[in-house]
């Protein structure tokens, strides 16, 4: 079976408010825009499918045309919108062991070339990442590893507030909670981008209004 990983994107833009409770208290994201991915960043072993909203490593290297935005050494694939403003999106996770994924944000400048940390999400000073697998959760940014507790659930969801330098994760079930926060400043356009392990799939939510 060649299929180890599967992405589904299933994200469209809301034009109301959205509702989620945090802990007994209510927060109110507004969704920017309808994220869709950077065809020309996608890994040469990573096959999309379904109108390219499943994507899914491969033992077959496909025929992506020569672009200098893809990722040649890392299974990633960046997402096309920037993210300026406030934005919320959701997703779930499956890994196996001690594999996972990478949910992360990114500067588009971030390198797509060698096997280094630089072009890993969240190991370089261009990217922010939070990686889960079924036994450990882990923040990353700079090459620096912030251990987290476990995370029992596998639907995250992620919080962008480019202008206020906030980077939130969040556990998801009938209420969220805090995964980890990051107070920063962000200096350039973020975009969404995922990382795989094997046997680790993501599916990235439709938020209904």
């Known amino acids: ?114 096997d280094g940390p630089e072009s890993a999400a969240g190991r370089n000073d261009q990217s922010w990442s939070l990686f889960c697998s079924p036994f450990c959760c882990s923040f990353w940014h700079n090459n620096i590893e912030t251990k987290l507790p476990a995370v029992s659930s596998r639907r995250i969801g992620v919080y962008v507030d480019h202008s206020a330098g906030v980077l939130s994760f969040y556990s998801v079930s009938d209420t969220m909670s805090l995964i980890h926060r990051v107070q920063t400043t962000f200096t350039q356009p973020l975009y969404a981008v995922f990382g795989f392990d094997s046997n680790s799939s993501v599916k990235l939510c439709c938020l209904t209004n």
């Open 1 to 114: 079976m060649n299929e180890l990983i599967v992405l589904s994107l299933c994200i469209r833009a809301l034009h109301r408010q959205q509702w989620r409770t945090v802990r007994g208290s209510s927060l109110k994201f507004k969704d920017s825009h309808l994220l869709t991915l950077d065809l020309n960043s996608v890994h040469n072993l990573l096959h999309l499918s379904e109108g390219n909203t499943v994507i899914t490593v491969t033992k077959i290297r496909q025929r992506y045309p020569n672009h200098p935005d893809r990722f040649e050494s890392w299974w990633e694939a960046l997402c096309r919108e920037s993210v300026t403003g406030r934005c919320y999106w959701e997703l779930e996770w499956t890994g196996d062991g001690r594999l996972g994924v990478d949910i992360a944000v990114t500067y588009k400048s971030i390198k797509r070339k060698g």
